[in-house]
């Protein structure tokens, strides 16, 4: 009976591979509108036009000092609040950029751009919710620009819409389908669905358009790894690998195409790369010691569950699996303490495992 409970927590070994979703994108839309020297507010204006040409020029402290001078000179103006709200956005300044754009908003209810730049700014502070009513607001004004619909989608994506995630991203692709990031990301909301066939068709566009692009590939690989096409997978990742070499990430998600494939040594030689690369990499002993426990070296397994542990104590699936390796390594005691605190952390399968050997 003790020997067919060692079995099937054998089987149960879980692997943790992390994978890149979506792609980020900037997209700040400045008003160079209407910026000749008038002899009305002649000082404003000056102001204005030094500021956006300081904007240009990347010196966008001095753009919003500019700014500063031409609504001290005309407190109702409106393109120097929206611009200088931009500056404060490429300087991380959110809130003021916030700010800027709703006293733009304020002066001119209209002003389709501003309401874009708002809900970027929304964006950039992760605040999905508020960035969609802003985008919205944006179409509704009239604004109907390719990075509206994208950043729409990125937002609802971001709060697992993924429908109308999907929606968003096809309006982008609808008017400009040469950006591999927008295929990328429609291809990771179908994925999210568990629609893969739709996902890798995505993918499979986005890595034509970019074909050095290392995390199409990545994300290629995971939903083919989802359909257990574990061989094209591998294949996949490898390009990823080939792209950017310094991706720990991708090594592991390699290396749990490999585990999957039962080619165990190749796993291994993976996540221990991953490690090499990032050494606090949690996931990537779990999945290490995972591959040990397939090569029924346990001794190896304990070691990697162990550092999995150490790494993350909150970890239970780690805890779980160092419990069954010391298991097999007939160290009961030591695997029921193991268990115990995958019970802690959450894990209600543990306490089965503890049952079995103190009931």
Do not use: C
Not at 91 to 96: A, D, R, T
Not at 219 to 237: G, I, P, Q, V
Not at 245 to 258: E, I, K, L, M, V
Request: net charge positive.
């Amino acid at each position: 009976m003790k020997n067919k409970m060692k079995i099937r927590l054998l089987a149960i070994v879980f692997i943790i591979t992390p994978f890149f979703v979506i792609a980020q994108t900037d997209s700040t839309i400045i008003d160079t509108s209407s910026t000749l020297v008038v002899a009305e507010n002649q000082e404003a204006k000056l102001a204005y036009n030094r500021g956006i040409k300081l904007y240009g020029a990347k010196d966008y402290n001095g753009a919003v000092e500019q700014f500063n001078q031409a609504i001290s000179f005309e407190s109702v103006f409106t393109k120097a609040f929206y611009n200088r709200g931009l500056a404060y956005m490429e300087l991380g300044q959110y809130q003021k950029a916030t700010a800027d754009f709703k006293k733009t908003i304020e002066l001119d209810k209209n002003y389709a751009k501003a309401y874009f730049s708002l809900g970027m700014a929304k964006f950039k502070n992760r605040d999905y919710k508020r960035a969609v009513v802003n985008f919205d607001l944006a179409m509704r004004t009239g604004f109907q620009d390719v990075d509206l619909f994208y950043l729409t989608g990125q937002s609802q994506f971001q709060l697992k819409n993924y429908e109308k995630a999907i929606e968003s991203f096809t309006l982008a692709i609808r008017q400009n389908a040469e950006r591999w990031e927008i295929f990328n990301d429609r291809g990771s909301a179908y994925r999210m669905l568990g629609k893969l066939n739709k996902s890798i068709e995505d993918y499979k566009t986005a890595s034509r358009l970019n074909p050095t692009e290392s995390l199409v590939y990545n994300n290629l690989a995971s939903a083919l790894r989802k359909k257990e096409n574990y061989d094209d997978a591998a294949l996949n990742y490898g390009l990823a690998i080939k792209m950017d070499n310094d991706n720990p990430f991708y090594y592991n998600n390699r290396g749990t195409a490999y585990y999957h494939l039962k080619k165990y040594d190749e796993a291994i030689d993976d996540y221990q790369k991953a490690i090499e690369l990032k050494s606090d990499y949690a996931y990537a002993y779990n999945n290490m010691g995972a591959a040990w426990m397939k090569k029924r070296n346990f001794t190896e397994a304990i070691k990697a569950f162990s550092k999995a542990t150490a790494l993350n104590a909150k970890y239970a699936q780690a805890w779980i699996n160092l419990g069954s390796a010391k298991e097999m390594n007939n160290d009961i005691e030591g695997a029921i303490a193991a268990w115990k605190k995958a019970v802690v952390n959450g894990s209600e399968e543990a306490q089965q495992f503890i049952n079995y050997y103190q009931n």
